[in-house]
């Protein structure tokens, strides 16, 4: 990065700037954060995609743009579309089930419920499931709400193309996702649940709060030990579950969602997300790929 005209640390953010460019940059950067990590479903590309943003943008001819917040948008999620597409690439060699980074969100993400529910753990592999530009499409209208025009701008598409790639991306995504609202309170109880029957060894608790199909993924990544394809069933899973008994399970609010985390040595080793149908947990997702984890010490803030 030597052609960088104003060096930016590690979070992509400007060092020490002032100018104008600067200040805007600055003023939107969790807004693009957000639009990069929901269009990728990891935190350490959305970063490489806010620096590939930055030197963009620092070499923009200010006078010329009439709506900086959309162009800065615009210029994110051309990047984010590149990098998406190589990720799909590594991910077809991924050891495992591949799931999305965790972040330790502020309570802020959890009182917009729009928003805590497109970054939930159900919600981001739902969206794997669409190709690059109908993620991007659904992010940019679905969750911030952009207009078809710079939508366009943004994916290089018609706003007539735009609109049918948006409802196309809207029909995939109701037809697989959970259709019944569930509140923090009631996850937070399945969640209390589950972790006294895990901890006290009370299969028939578990049953009681697993849906009898539900799927665990585990995300190890071939770095830790971790099953190597999804397990279903409430009594496979709870076979499985029975090996955490010993472990400091602790309360945590993980992409705007309550969620479960466990340390090792003082570090975060695993974090649970659960989803939920008719008041079971219907789908148990746990990360533990350590490079996925380095961030869990640090409250991450999205906004729209």
Do not use: C
Request: no cysteine.
């Amino acid at each position: 990065m030597t052609d960088d005209p104003r060096p930016i640390d590690e979070s992509g953010a400007p060092r020490n700037g002032t100018d104008s460019a600067t200040q805007d940059f600055l003023a939107h950067r969790n807004l693009l954060f957000t639009v990069a990590y929901e269009m990728l479903g990891s935190a350490a590309d959305a970063e490489d995609v806010l620096q590939e943003t930055w030197l963009k943008w620092a070499v923009v001819d200010l006078d010329t743009v009439e709506n900086r917040r959309a162009y800065l948008v615009r210029i994110t999620t051309r990047q984010a579309l590149m990098r998406l597409r190589a990720l799909g690439r590594r991910k077809e060699s991924y050891v495992g089930p591949w799931l999305p980074e965790p972040l330790l969100t502020v309570p802020d993400v959890a009182g917009d419920v729009e928003l805590a529910d497109s970054v939930s753990m159900a919600m981001l592999l739902v969206m794997e499931t669409l190709n690059p530009t109908e993620r991007a499409v659904f992010v940019l209208r679905e969750v911030f709400d952009l207009g078809y025009g710079e939508i366009a701008a943004a994916v290089d598409k018609t706003p007539a193309a735009v609109r049918q790639i948006a409802h196309r991306a809207r029909s995939h995504v109701a037809a697989r996702r959970q259709h019944a609202a569930v509140s923090a309170t009631q996850t937070r109880d399945a969640l209390a649940a589950f972790q006294h029957a895990v901890r006290t060894g009370d299969i028939q608790g578990l049953l009681d709060v697993l849906s009898p199909d539900v799927v665990l993924l585990t995300d190890g990544g071939g770095v830790v030990p971790a099953a190597l394809a999804p397990i279903t069933g409430a009594d496979r899973v709870s076979v499985i579950l029975r090996n955490l008994g010993a472990a400091a399970m602790r309360p945590a609010v993980v992409n705007g969602h309550p969620a479960l985390t466990i340390q090792e040595d003082g570090r975060v080793s695993t974090v649970i997300a659960v989803h939920l149908e008719n008041g079971r947990i219907a789908g148990l997702y746990a990360v533990r790929n350590p490079d996925k984890l380095s961030r869990m010490g640090t409250e991450v803030t999205l906004s729209r």
